[in-house]
Structure formats: C-alpha cells, structure tokens
C-alpha cells in the first residue's frame, strides 16, 4: 500500500511541474539559448532570428552610447529597430534589469537579409 501512495505522490509532483513550467513544457526550445543584449556581440546577436549583422551593429552602437537596455522600449529606439523584428527574435525583460534574445544553440544563422543589389531589367 505504501508502494503506490509514492507512485500517486511521484505523479502528482511531474504534474505539478509540468503545469509551472519546469520541464520540456516550459515553453523553451531545446534549441535555442538565451542571450543578453546587454553583453552580446554583433556576431553573437546576427544570429538570432529577425537581426541582419547591419542591425546587430546598431544595436551594440547604440548600447555603447546610451548604456544598458533595461527595457524593451529602450531597444524600440535603436535606428532599424521594429516591433516585428522585436517579436522574432523574442525579446524578454528578465526582471534584473536586463533583456534577453533567443539565439540558435546550434550557432546556424537562422536568416540573413538578402543583399540589395540594383535590378538588371
């Protein structure tokens, strides 16, 4: 009997964390990592998904001369910067005062802009 009281106990305790998010659930890819705008380089952040290596050095640009992002309408200001591309490279405040970006693990680059070059027609 006491057997199966800890098998209910163990159940309930992988439930419960599913529910608050620790786990596979938690809505973090195992393929993605999370960086600091405030500490990455134009190399690191050029690969997150939605920033060129163009809008990855304003970023940092921008950082060196006005200081830390400490919230996400701090990085709205950056010459480039939209609401979309926010959304894509899914910018969070991490409640210490700083903003974080999702990166690929893996180090592939996600997508570059294409280069605009004058039309032939």
Excluded: H
């Excluded at 809008?55 to 006005?66: C, S």
Aim: with cysteine.
């Amino acid at each position: 009997m006491a057997k199966s009281s800890f098998i209910i106990a163990g159940v309930w305790v992988i439930l419960l964390g599913i529910v608050l998010g620790a786990g596979p659930a938690s809505g973090q890819s195992a393929d993605t990592a999370q960086i600091s705008l405030n500490k990455a380089s134009a190399a690191q952040l050029s690969k997150v998904r939605g920033i060129t290596s163009s809008l990855a050095k304003a970023i940092v640009d921008y950082r060196q001369k006005n200081g830390p992002f400490k919230k996400v309408e701090d990085l709205a200001k950056v010459p480039g910067m939209t609401k979309d591309i926010m959304k894509r490279a899914n910018v969070q405040d991490n409640g210490k005062g700083d903003l974080t970006v999702s990166a690929p693990k893996s180090g592939d680059q996600d997508e570059e802009e294409p280069s605009l070059k004058p039309s032939k027609c």
